[in-house]
Structure formats: C-alpha cells, structure tokens
C-alpha cells in the first residue's frame, strides 16, 4: 500500500494557536487551563476549561466575533459558522500552508477531507429557543447547517471547494481518531492521494456543562490541579475546545510537490468495548484490542512502541481502563514511556483524538516527548508503565496515540519518525 506522510499541521488549542506556541507548551508544561467567567456563576459548579485565547465568539451573531486578523472569511461564509467551525477553518488555514497546497491541488478529485465534531450544543440551543419564541418559519434560514454534527463538513467542503471524498465522523472522543484512520486507509487504498482532516468543538457554556450531570467533569478550582491523569487524586476531566488539521498525503505526491514530512503515519486499529454507553471496560478490553490491530497493521512488535500518548481524560475509571490495557499489550520486559496531554490542554471531545496526533507528529519531527504535567502522586496501578512527568528532549522512532470515547469506541494511531 502507499506510504502515507503527514505534510501540514494547523493548531487551535488552549496551549497554543500556532505549533510555534504549541511546541513551546509542550516543551515547558504550560497548559491553557483558567478560570473562564462564563462558568463563574451559580447554575456551573464546574469553575475550569481549557481556554482559546484570541477568540471572542460568545455573540450568536457571527458577524460580531471577534479573532485573529490574519484569518480572512467572507461574510456569505462565516454567517453558517457555528464557533468550532471558524475554529477549524482556521486551523485549516494553518495546515494547507504548512503543506504549501495551493487551490489547484486543494480542489483535485483525488483531494478529501474528513472531519470530528459533535455539532454545537450553543447553535442548536439557540435556534430552538427562537423556533420556540417566535414560531417555526422565524427559524434561521441557515440554523440546520450551522448546528448539527455535519455542520464541519458542510461548510469546509463548499469553502474551500473540495471534490474529493468528503465525510463527517462522530463517535464521541473517538472521532477524530476514526477521520484519521480512514482517511488512512482511504490513501493507501488509491482512492485519494490526499487527504485533509480536521477535528474542532465548541468551548463555551453549553459545550461543557452538560458533563456536570454525568459527574465526570473536574470541581477543582485551581487550573493548576484540576487536570492530573494516572494521579492517584485525579477527580474528573476538564473541557476544552478548538481545532486541530492535519495534512495527510502519499509519498509520490509530498515529494511531487517538494513537501517534508513531520512523520509517517504508518498505522491504526479500532475496538470496541461492548460493555457500557458511558463507562470504559474495567480492563480496557476494546482498547487492548485497538492497539493490537494498531500493531499488526503497522507491522510493529510491542517492543517496536517507545513512547504512548494516552488518551487518560483524568477520571477515575478511564485512567484505570487504559492502564489495564497498556500493561496487557506492553509486558514487563518494556519499559514504556507514557503521558497525557489532557493535563495541559483538558479533554477536546470529539476533538482529542487529532489534537494529540498532531503533538505526536510535532514531537517527532522536533526531538521530544511531552511529559505528564499536575502527576503528585502517580497511581500505583500504572506498575512498569514509566510515565514521564517532564519533557525529554530525545529522539524515537515510534509513537503511538490512544483514543477511547462514549460507547466503548477506540481508536489507536501509529506515527514513524521520517528519516
């Protein structure tokens, strides 16, 4: 099958909005966490996200937000945006020129794009409330495909002109995974011969509170504690939101173009838990099987992995699940660095999944490996695993980033550093 190279990043994120930014966070364990003041009130007992800054999109007015002027977008386009959507279109922005892809290659047949989102929670709220207000033919002409899970692909893909494959994924924090995965394999199989695939949520109110109800967000008050995986103290995760776009092409046409790879992308495996809507197996059943898959479709022994990004949301049970899987794939004889990103960043949804790819892929290309910040007292469970708690500036060779989502949905993603 062809060999697939990842040629462009694009970053909106809590810990950065740029890679330049990105990698400094990663390199200095700076993480985006704060004390936004839309969760400053009664009705929110959760008080922390992790926050984009240079964004101001709290109008329902998109026409009134407020973000970085280096972003152009028409006003016929940004009028069907909900907030992710400009998130990811800027992050897109980012990653086509990185990649140095000009509107000729953007709009070949053989270019697709795959997207993650959840949809947006505030959109969707508010065209209601006006449905339920002012009768149903007030509705907002544009409110369906400004709103609901597919809203990342439709607008991108009559954006920016794509007429290749074109596809939105959702399957909770597994998502993004899942358009890396297939977007994968929809290039090794000679269908595309380039694909672009973007993850992006919302970061506001609506976005994040639903989760108090599920008891699985954070109640601390100090950003500096509130997000801590594989601590033993770790009490639920911290939202976030933003974009992450990465540019995935074959080796012919990277080259064609003169383009160098951040890293290969050499494999992936999905499985599935079977167990619980909301909760992990307890021994990470469908994880250990992703991982595994992951492996064989790389070609790659256990022993071939120097470094994990987990996925660890910082809760209780999705810590102790991937423990339980890692320890069943990587046995006692590996000594397998791990972290989690999520301390610095809080936990992307639909978004995680690319987010930590794309660290992965930075990593690669520049000669470190993110330690797991917030860790005071690591969870005796993690036995072997060597969880790093500082960055190590080292070269690998390969790293493979975890994913797990709501229903039991895993994702594993292999990347080779490109000598």
Known sequence: MKEVWVTGLGFITSIGCNSDQVENSLLNLRHGIACPNMLQVPESPVKVAGTIDEFELDSSDPEDWKFPSEYKVPRSLIRSFSPHVLYAWCSLQQAIKDANIDSQDLQDPESGIYTASGGSMRSIHKHFEKMDRNGVMACNPLAIVSSIPGTLTFNLVAALGIR?????????????????????????????????????????????????????????????LASRPFDSNRNGFVGTGGSVSLILETKQEAQRRGAQPYAKFIGWGQGSDGHNVAISHPEGRGLHDSMKKALKDSSLSPADIDYINAHAPSTQIGDASEMHALKAVFQEHQTLKVSSTKALTGHGLSLSSIMEAGFCCLALKKGFLPGSANVTTPDPALGHLNLIRTTEKIQVSHIMSNSSGFGGANVSLVFKHAH
């Open 164 to 224: 290749g494959s074109s596809m939105g994924l959702v399957s909770a924090c597994a998502s993004s995974g899942h358009a890396l995965g297939t977007a994968l394999d929809e290039i090794r199989l000679g269908r595309q011969k380039r694909m672009l695939v973007v993850g992006a949520e919302d970061c506001n109110f609506e976005s994040i509170v639903p989760f108090c109800g599920m008891r699985a967000l954070s109640l601390e008050k100090d950003p500096n």
